[in-house]
């Protein structure tokens, strides 16, 4: 069993920055598929940027270059930088993770808002 706790979510001004940060408990973390999602009320939950245990990432479109998704090992810590933010990238995010499922994976954080304001 993994658990997830997300972080650093908040309101900011469009074009600002914000970087999210998801702990991972357990032994495993190096291990592990993690990823980002967002959902905006009245929308589906969608993929934002993936980083695999062998360090390779992929991202959405809507969020290539501007958001980086990175891990720390040591700390069991996968991180969400965002920057140039835009009005359409106010969402829950939620960070998951699996090690051979999904995705997505089974695992998953509580989520946290961020809001971007024009």
């Known amino acids: 069993q993994v658990q997830l706790v997300e972080s650093g979510g908040g309101l900011v001004q469009a074009g600002g920055s914000l970087r999210l940060s998801c702990a991972a408990s357990g032994n495993i973390f190096s291990l592990l598929r993690m990823a980002w999602y967002h959902q905006a009320p009245g929308k589906q939950r969608e993929l934002v940027a993936t980083i695999f245990a062998g360090g390779n990432t992929v991202y959405a479109d809507s969020v290539k270059g501007r958001f980086t998704i990175s891990r720390d090992n040591a700390k069991s810590t996968v991180y969400l930088q965002m920057n140039s933010l835009k009005p359409e990238d106010t969402a829950v995010y939620y960070c998951?993770?699996?090690?051979?499922?999904?995705?997505?994976?089974?695992?998953w954080g509580q989520g946290t808002q961020v809001t971007v304001s024009s």
């Open positions: 998951n993770a699996d090690r051979n499922r999904g995705p997505p994976g089974r695992y």
